[in-house]
Structure formats: structure tokens, C-alpha cells
């Protein structure tokens, strides 16, 4: 059977949500072969092989740390010279997009971003994306060399699939450019505890209508009730009231989680780009022409700073 | 000596029309006003204010197009480019993002520079990938994603704001950058600017002048290919109620009924 390379996301060994995803992708296609890199490589192992990886590459080095994406790229093109994968996966991080694409121009092959599935074709793996604002449905494959594709986080089960997960050593050449971008500091973001928004089951957004930064603990308290990743609009992102790294929409982040709930938020074209393809989809808004409304399975029409601390208390009088 | 500064930008479909695609599975460009990427003003802008703090510096502005993607390159140069370059021809129609890389790539080494900035990701093909491959294809180091940019005696220094972390980098030019949208607001351009930018050269080239094969670009040439395109049925009409004090539970109901609590 054809072996899949896997780009491992994982941050000192932890391995992230949908490099367990890109696995049970990976299974369709072929047998996993896991690349691991960086400080805590080996220790992916265990949970890589849980969920179908036949083996795992590893390396270690301080210009993975040190430098920006090259190292990667350098051993990760190792990995594929060392396997001859029928295809390669990785991750849909804004990392993960970037060793990726310079991964297939030196290996000559076809590029696919974004997909939110995979399966077997003729040709080789079909891949199915969101366009234009999630308003169109796409089905592509790559056309010359290996297909080299980046999957968006939720597309697919996490599954077990018990195999040997045998680690090796992957044996890594830098190449001169690798040492071209200097990471001189690194500084990480305080965690809020709460889940990554990219990843997170449940996201609940705040929008104009949460009228400041001291308002968004009403939409936190939400989002924690339910376990959930908190996301902003551009609009309260440019006012200043909540970070930029929690922007849902065309110039921040795509989500695409089972459940979205957005609050004062009207729903222009750009937001609604980043959560268009969310499963279940609510709003709150005192706005009844609200655009967001064409998108609901539940819309409540009223005022948030009502509606959203008695969703709060209502959940967590359910959770007892 | 002068810092040569080249700007990749993008018309693209206005995202408030109707986008759609063609019958031959190609962005459908007839039907919907076509614009400077928004996420390319900010490229712009940086150029604007990096040459602002350089002795001496000349901003290139250039695009791979068909004839309305002028339109783009105008608009640059009213916000304060020197000069521009497009890159047209018949068969470039389809190319992939490895076809436009090619075409950027051959077309910025034939400009000549030091430093390449481009903006984030395109607003209408939004792949996020194209600064990394033009610094492969061009040999020079990435700094991308950032949020603030400097340069200073040949280096290039820069903020990438990331999920998990914030890094300072640091590179030699030349090099190529991208910027977000956190960069800086785009300046409007003043009427001043707009007559001025009348004047401007704009410079045509086609794949003959970079030395470029049809058969490496367009359709034909992509390393990709859509198979199919379909518009996303639209959503049943959802339940929606009008909050008269009940509305929290309500919603607390409907989310139960979905298992979500």
C-alpha cells in the first residue's frame, strides 16, 4: 500500500487536534508515515502510532527552532525523498501552509490549501474546498508530481487505528537558505485556557453590538460555559476591543466548527468568509434585517446584553 | 545607493458582488467589478513608508493580469508607487498558484530589487501561499506575516504575530516580506496623487519578454485542476425568534435539542 506523509503539528511532544485529523485522512489514501520535528519529536510517537501512523520520522535540531520555516521545508523534503509518498499532508496552519508550498515547488508538484475533505479518486486524491466566501463547493486534484495538500482543522473524525508507529531517525542536510530568516525572540501568548479557535468544537463570537472591551466578558463567560473558543469581528477587532489573533473572517482566521454562535455581529460578506462553513450556526442580534439571519438555524432577534448572560445561566443551571 | 522596492499586488473580484465561476472552471471575472486586493493596500502602504525612511528608494508596483488589472496598478501608484509593471497575456488565462509564481518570480528578477513585499494572501483565491513560494522560486530569505516592518542597513527586521507565539525576525536583503492586515492602515490617495499617478509609467510585458513557455502557465500548465465547482445549496431557512425575555432559553432549548449542552 502507498505510503502518506503526515507533517506532524505538535508543540513539545504534545500532538495537536488536527494532525490526528490529517491521520484518519491520510488512512484513506495509504498508510501514514508521520514526520515529527523539533524538540519533544520522539515523544509524539506513542499517540501518532494510536491513531494509524506505520512510522514515524524524527529530527532534532536548534535550526528548527531558530529559524523561520526552511529547516522544515529542508527536512521535510528528506522525509519525501526518503519515502516516495503517493501524497503529502500537512496541516492548514499559516505555518503549515507555508512548508507546504515551498516543500511542492522543489519537489515539482501541485499544490491544494484549505481542503475540509479527501477522498480516493482515479487520478489520485480529490480534495474538497469552500470558495468565494464558502458560497461555492470545489473539487480538485493536483495535476503534475505528488499531490501536496494543507487540510483545515475539523474535517475530519479523530479516530484510533492502532499501528506500529516504529520511530526512525530522518537524517537532515540544511541547505544554505535555511538559515536565511533569524527568529531573534519568541515571545509565547499568555493561553486564555480557553480551546484555539481554529480548532475549537464550539466558537462564540462578539461583534459592533458588544459596544466595548469591557462588554466581551459577557461573550467569555458564554464561551466558557460551553467550553468554547472565543472569536471577534474585524469590526471589534479594529475598535480595539478584543485581539486581532481572535478575528473570524476574510482577513483573520477561517473557523469552521460544529457550532458557531455569533453575537452583535451583523454578518457582512468578510465575516461571514471565515464561518460560512460552521455545521450548526446561531446569532443574537437587535437587528431582524441583520444579514447573519440568512445563515441561522437559530436566530434570536433581541438585545445581547439580555439574551446572552440568560443562554449563560440557562446552560450552566442544565449542567447543574 | 537606491533600495529597489517591487510590489506584487492583485485585481481581484469585488467580494460584495456576485462571484462565480466560468463554464471552463476559471474565476468568472466578467460579471463582477474587479479591485486592488484589499490585503495588497497594506504591501503598498509599507512600501510608501519604508521608502519614506530611505535615503533614496523606488517602489515598483507589479501585477499579472488581464487589461482591467491596470485598474490595480493605478491605484497603487495614486497612493504614491513610482512606476508599475503588468504582465499580460492571452495565455496566462487559468494559471494556478504556481504559473503566477513563475511569471512573478522571472518578472521581479528582470525589474531588478532588493526587496519584495506582497500582502498576506490574495481576497479572492485566499491560499496564503504565494509570498513562500516566491521566496523559494527568487532564492531569498521569507520574513512573512508581519505585523510591523523595519529596515535598516541592509536588514529587514519584522513582528509575526502567530497563533501560539510572537517572533521578532530578522533577515538580510535581499528578501521578500508579506504583510497582514495589522500592519498599518492604507492611505487613501489624494487627488494630488491620483493626477499624478496620470503621468506614471506603466510597463507590458508578456511571456515572450521573461522567457517564459505557454505551456508553463495557464490552464494547461497549472499543476492543479478543478474538477468541479458547485454553488453551496442554500441553507434551509433557519428558526428565528423574537426575543420577548424568553429568548435565552430558548436558544439554551435548541441548543440542548442539538446536543450541544
Redesign the interface.
Known amino acids: 500500500m502507498a505510503e502518506v506523509l503526515v507533517y506532524v503539528d505538535h508543540v513539545d511532544g504534545a500532538v495537536r487536534k488536527p494532525t490526528l485529523e490529517l491521520l484518519t485522512l491520510a488512512r484513506r489514501i495509504g498508510e501514514p508515515v508521520a514526520v515529527a520535528l523539533g524538540a519533544g519529536a520522539e515523544a509524539t510517537a506513542a499517540v501518532l502510532a494510536e491513531h494509524g501512523a506505520v512510522k514515524v520520522l524524527t529530527a532534532d535540531a536548534p535550526e528548527f527552532a531558530d529559524y523561520l520555516v526552511v529547516p522544515k521545508v529542508d527536512a521535510l523534503q528528506a522525509a519525501y525523498e526518503a519515502v516516495s509518498p503517493a501524497a503529502v499532508l500537512v496541516p492548514s496552519s499559516a505555518e503549515g501552509k507555508e512548508i507546504a508550498a515551498r516543500l511542492a515547488v522543489r519537489i515539482g508538484s501541485g499544490i491544494i490549501t484549505d481542503a475540509v475533505d479527501l477522498e480516493v479518486g482515479d487520478e489520485g486524491p480529490v480534495a474538497t474546498q469552500a470558495a468565494f466566501a464558502a458560497s461555492f463547493t470545489t473539487k480538485s486534484r493536483v495535476s503534475k508530481g505528488t499531490p501536496v495538500i494543507t487540510v483545515k482543522p475539523n474535517s475530519a473524525p479523530v479516530e484510533a487505528a492502532p499501528a506500529a508507529g516504529a520511530v526512525e531517525a530522518l537524517a537532515v542536510t540544511f541547505g544554505a537558505l535555511a538559515t536565511g530568516t533569524k527568529v531573534v525572540s519568541r515571545t509565547p501568548r499568555e493561553s486564555t485556557g480557553r480551546p484555539e479557535l481554529t480548532e475549537a468544537a464550539i466558537v462564540v463570537s462578539g461583534g459592533r453590538g458588544v459596544n466595548g472591551a469591557e462588554n466581551f466578558h459577557i461573550i467569555e463567560a458564554l464561551a466558557d460555559s460551553l467550553g468554547a473558543a472565543v472569536g471577534a469581528s474585524r469590526a471589534a477587532v479594529d475598535a480595539g476591543w478584543y485581539p486581532h489573533s481572535n478575528q473570524v473572517g476574510q482577513t483573520g482566521k477561517s473557523v469552521s466548527p460544529q457550532l458557531y454562535i455569533a453575537s452583535g455581529i451583523s454578518g457582512a460578506i468578510q465575516h461571514r468568509a471565515g464561518m460560512q462553513t460552521s455545521k450548526t450556526i446561531v446569532a443574537i442580534n437587535k437587528d431582524a434585517e441583520a444579514p447573519i439571519f440568512d445563515l441561522v438555524d437559530y436566530g434570536v432577534v433581541g438585545d445581547l446584553f439580555a439574551v446572552v448572560p440568560q443562554l449563560t445561566e440557562e446552560i450552566q443551571a442544565r449542567k447543574g | 545607493m537606491s533600495l529597489r522596492i517591487v510590489v506584487c499586488v492583485k485585481y481581484v473580484p469585488d467580494?460584495?458582488g456576485d462571484?462565480?465561476?466560468a463554464d471552463d472552471?476559471t474565476v468568472d471575472r466578467d460579471d463582477v467589478d474587479g479591485l486592488l486586493s484589499?490585503?495588497d493596500e497594506y504591501a503598498v502602504e509599507q512600501a510608501l513608508q519604508i521608502a519614506e525612511d530611505a535615503d533614496d528608494a523606488e517602489i515598483t508596483v507589479l501585477t499579472v493580469g488581464p487589461e482591467d488589472a491596470k485598474d490595480a496598478l493605478r491605484k497603487a501608484l495614486s497612493m504614491g508607487a513610482d512606476k508599475a509593471i503588468h504582465v499580460e497575456d492571452d495565455d496566462l488565462h487559468g494559471s494556478?498558484?504556481?504559473g503566477t509564481?513563475l511569471v512573478l518570480a522571472k518578472a521581479i528578477e528582470k525589474a531588478g530589487y532588493d526587496l519584495v513585499i506582497t500582502g498576506?494572501a490574495s481576497?479572492?483565491g485566499?491560499?496564503?501561499?504565494?509570498?513562500?513560494?516566491l521566496?523559494?522560486?527568487l532564492?531569498?530569505?521569507?520574513?512573512?506575516?508581519l505585523?510591523e516592518v523595519k529596515i535598516e542597513d541592509g536588514t529587514v527586521?519584522g513582528r509575526?504575530?502567530?497563533?501560539?507565539?510572537?517572533?521578532?525576525?530578522?533577515?538580510?536583503l535581499p528578501?521578500l516580506v508579506s504583510v497582514?492586515?495589522?500592519s498599518g492602515e492604507a492611505r487613501y490617495p489624494s487627488f494630488k496623487g491620483i493626477m499624478a499617478a496620470k503621468k506614471k509609467p506603466v510597463e507590458s510585458w508578456d511571456l515572450e519578454e521573461l522567457e517564459i513557455e505557454s505551456d508553463e502557465v495557464g490552464l494547461e500548465g497549472?499543476?492543479?485542476?478543478?474538477?468541479?465547482?458547485?454553488?453551496?445549496p442554500a441553507?434551509t431557512a433557519?428558526?428565528?425568534?423574537?426575543?420577548e425575555?424568553?429568548?435565552?432559553?430558548?436558544?439554551?432549548e435548541?441548543?440542548?435539542g442539538?446536543k450541544?449542552?
Open positions: 467580494a460584495t462571484r462565480h465561476f472552471l484589499e490585503l494556478d498558484v504556481m509564481s498576506m481576497t479572492d485566499t491560499m496564503g501561499v504565494l509570498p513562500a513560494i521566496a523559494e522560486r532564492g531569498v530569505p521569507q520574513v512573512t506575516l505585523s527586521t509575526r504575530d502567530g497563533d501560539s507565539a510572537s517572533e521578532q525576525l530578522e533577515a538580510s528578501a497582514t492586515d495589522q497549472s499543476w492543479t485542476a478543478v474538477d468541479s465547482a458547485a454553488q453551496r441553507r433557519g428558526t428565528i425568534v423574537k426575543d425575555g424568553e429568548g435565552g432559553k430558548q436558544l439554551a435548541f441548543l440542548a442539538q450541544f449542552i
